[in-house]
């Protein structure tokens, strides 16, 4: 198919999804279309503002000020931009949004492409936010079973340098795959949510095991969702640079996809798998996975309950706690 982006201005796109779910493999396989760049995990665009003033679909005329809390915030600088880059997508941009894209028109350039987009796995938690800002970009969002994904998380979150995702929480000191039910529930949910808000036509939902399963298919899908030409590079994104005998993580290694990496059923125990399904599997089963319900023993009801006390306690359902990364 020839290229049919209807997107006027860069970002084009926006993957995003509950972190741990595979997002840098689909980002992986988008930067490396011949047409498309996309950045990893810059967080700038809903951080260096006030996201209060997004509300609502505002648009912010655009400030010196705003143009410095761009360049000072931490992440920023993995979008490759120097100052005087930054400052010259500045001068003819009225507005927040306008500067935006003007930034991801010169990161795209400096790849040697024309359309561009962003993987920030947290803002799947604000697409009608962004799809205010950016009306005609669009989102796919990555689904993966939250059964996997704890696995993963409970690998990733506490580390030594800092806490990561539901380990920021409190109640992840007293039980953490119990606060990773509730942290990947929420965040799908508030995804689902934002993409009816945003329209259907805007959000491609792909699942994990689609993407690893069967990769050319996956991204033939994410091609005509986008309107690009499909291109085999997409699913060739480890050629020289994979390292499968190399130690680390798969996505350190750059291993091509891989199924089987995460198995819960194998993985985790019969207890804790009965905690994750009391704790959110009606979003699993929305989301397109079986909850395997079960009567739950004493142990895991006490579990469930003190989680749901907790969360209700706190707000942590309803409020923002839970957009942590």
């Known amino acids: 198919m020839t290229t049919t982006v209807t997107a006027t201005r860069n970002p084009i796109v926006f993957a995003v999804g509950c972190a741990r779910s595979g997002t840098t493999l689909l980002q992986r396989m988008l930067d490396n279309h011949p047409e498309l760049a996309v950045a990893n995990d810059t967080h700038f665009i809903l951080s260096a503002i006030d996201k209060a003033t997004l509300q609502g679909g505002n648009d912010p005329i655009l400030t010196t000020q705003i143009v410095d809390d761009t360049l000072s915030y931490y992440r920023f600088s993995r979008l490759g931009l120097n100052e005087a880059q930054v400052r010259a997508a500045a001068e003819n941009a009225p507005t927040y949004s306008a500067f935006v894209s003007n930034l991801y028109d010169v990161f ?22 962004l799809s205010g800002l950016f009306p005609d970009a669009k989102f796919i969002h990555l689904v993966r079973d939250g059964r996997d994904v704890a696995l993963s998380v409970l690998e990733w979150a506490d580390r030594r340098d800092r806490k990561r995702g539901p380990a920021k929480l409190e109640f992840w000191e007293q039980d953490p795959l119990a606060t990773t039910a509730l942290w990947w529930s929420w965040t799908v949910r508030r995804a689902m949510e934002g993409a009816g808000l945003a329209g259907r036509d805007l959000v491609l939902t ?4 689609e993407l690893v399963d069967d990769p050319e298919g996956s991204m033939r899908r994410v091609c005509d969702f986008l309107g690009l030409r499909y291109s085999e590079s997409m699913v060739r994104y480890y050629e020289g640079k994979e390292n499968p005998g190399g130690r680390g993580s798969a996505k350190r290694r750059w291993l091509r996809p891989t199924p089987g990496l995460r198995d819960w059923r194998t993985q985790m125990s019969r207890e804790d798998i009965e905690v994750f399904c009391g704790l959110a599997g009606d979003v699993l089963e929305e989301a397109g996975y079986d909850p395997e319900r079960s009567e739950a023993g004493e142990s895991v009801s006490r579990r469930i309950e003190a989680a749901r ?4 306690n706190n707000g942590a359902l309803s409020g923002t706690s839970f957009q942590t990364v």
């Open 108 to 129: 795209g350039s400096m790849h040697g492409k024309p359309f561009a987009g962003e993987k920030t796995p947290s803002y799947c938690a604000s697409i009608p936010i």
């Open 206 to 209: 792909l699942h994990h095991r």
């Open 309 to 312: 006390a907790w969360s209700l």
